[in-house]
């Protein structure tokens, strides 16, 4: 009796936007080119370089599709590359990230072992150009990453970063295209739409390397404004008014946590550059959403201090902070020795 025939492996299209990327552009897509999962296909958009990405691109010859269009934003660009995809699966990679080997066959062997998932993420590395950075994200932050339907812990926080992922390219008809009116967090809003119809899996490895750099997208805090709002907080009100139903599901309670946290931290952020004024807007609106949290009044009182009467406040804080914590001790020690007696 013959053995049945393998079932073809499915095509998987990796999509890579890249703006500005002649430093760092080669190495990705070697990266991908050199998996060890076929067939693939490889569709970088330059979105409107004017250094050299071009002619980096082109020594690649036919080994990827190139798309060149004027500059548009990195979701204009990833939803250039994914309307050009002819595979199954669709794969996102930044310009200046790097895949692990054996990325796509690990995730690509759980979409086979896991058929109800419509989209697979993973751990990733931070790096710089000094080497690694963080082995492990998720064990650095000590989160434990889900599976399933997964909306509600994706809505409480970012979870993956997005040249993790693998999703099936019909899952779109379902959610439609990147939200082309976000500068910063298009991947953000999308994968929480995608939340909302599918489960998602997780392989728990490594299997992004993520690049810092000078010219991050999200570097600057002038530049992660949305409206006038943080780039979390304007997804959060985006997905809100997409599926209002979200705030009996979750309670009016963990809404409004979720909403003031990246007015709180930018604010944080704003007050430690000695911008006071910017500070005090955000935490105003993170007072707004939770007038009762502590660490926003005491910072939102701050702000009304000039830098130098901060940093004194900062120093005396922690000198009693240190204090409370070796008084702490000596007394867990006295009490270990009357036990031990």
Not at 210 to 227: E, F, K, N, P, S
Request: proline share 5%.
């Amino acid at each position: 009796m013959s053995a049945e025939p393998k079932m073809a492996r499915p095509l998987v299209s990796t999509v890579i936007p890249a703006y500005n990327c002649e430093r760092y552009v080669a190495e990705a897509v070697e990266s991908v080119l050199s998996q060890s999962y076929q067939p693939q296909e490889v569709i970088v958009v330059d979105d409107g370089s004017t250094d050299g990405t071009r002619r980096v691109l082109e020594s690649f010859g036919s080994a990827i599709t190139v798309i060149h269009q004027k500059n548009a934003g990195e979701p204009a660009a990833r939803n250039t590359g994914m309307r050009h995809a002819r595979g199954e699966f669709i794969a996102c990679l930044d310009g200046d990230d790097l895949w692990v080997p054996g990325k796509l066959e690990l995730q690509m062997n759980y979409f086979d072992e896991h058929p109800e998932v419509g989209l697979v993420y993973s751990d990733l590395t931070l790096f710089n150009e000094s080497g690694v950075v963080q082995e492990s994200v998720n064990a650095w932050l000590n989160l434990s990453a889900p599976s399933g339907y997964i909306f509600p812990r994706l809505f409480a926080e970012t979870l993956f970063g997005s040249g993790t992922v693998v999703f099936r390219k019909a899952c779109l008809e379902k959610t439609g295209p990147f939200d082309e009116r976000f500068f910063v967090g298009s991947d953000y809003e999308m994968w929480l739409r995608m939340a909302r119809f599918f489960q998602f899996g997780y392989v728990d490895r490594p299997l992004l390397k993520y690049r810092h750099h000078a010219a991050m997208a999200t570097r600057g805090t002038g530049r992660i404004l949305q409206d006038g709002m943080p780039w979390e907080a304007r997804v959060i009100t985006r997905t809100l008014e997409l599926y209002p139903e979200i705030r009996q599901e979750l309670g009016e309670s963990t809404v409004r946590r979720r909403l003031a946290r990246p007015y709180y931290y930018l604010g944080c952020s704003w007050l430690d550059r000695g911008n006071h004024a910017e500070a005090r807007r955000m935490l105003a609106r993170a007072l707004h959403y939770r007038p009762l949290h502590l660490h926003s009044q005491l910072r939102y009182l701050a702000t009304f201090l000039t830098p130098a009467q901060v940093s004194r406040a900062k120093n005396l804080y922690h000198r009693i902070s240190r204090r409370g914590a070796s008084t702490k001790t000596k007394g867990n020690e006295e009490s270990r020795a009357q036990a031990a007696g």
